[in-house]
């Protein structure tokens, strides 16, 4: 974007990988597209953790941005 403008739109995530709010995608279509009276089973896939840190500074106008991505083996 211009003049270094940053756009994040979501600042972390963390849970399952290859998943929809923490359960299987096909679950999660169902309750959206059908209104399905199904449970959400808890997705089983390996985990992951995502956040952005903004370090800012008043007095220097210095601005950081670390991406952090932490995944489960």
């Known amino acids: ?9 979501d600042a972390g995530m963390c849970g399952p990988r ?6 299987n995608y096909e679950e999660v279509y ?4 059908y209104d399905a009276r199904l449970p959400f ?8 953790l ?12 210095e601005k950081r941005i670390k991406l952090i991505r932490i995944l489960e083996d």
């Open 41 to 48: 089973k808890v997705s089983d896939n390996k985990c992951e």
């Open 50 to 61: 995502n956040a952005v840190l903004f370090t800012l500074s008043k007095n220097t106008n």
């Open 1 to 9: 974007m211009p003049n270094g403008t940053y756009y994040v739109t």
């Open 18 to 23: 290859d998943c929809a709010i923490g359960s």
């Open 30 to 33: 169902q309750k959206m597209r």
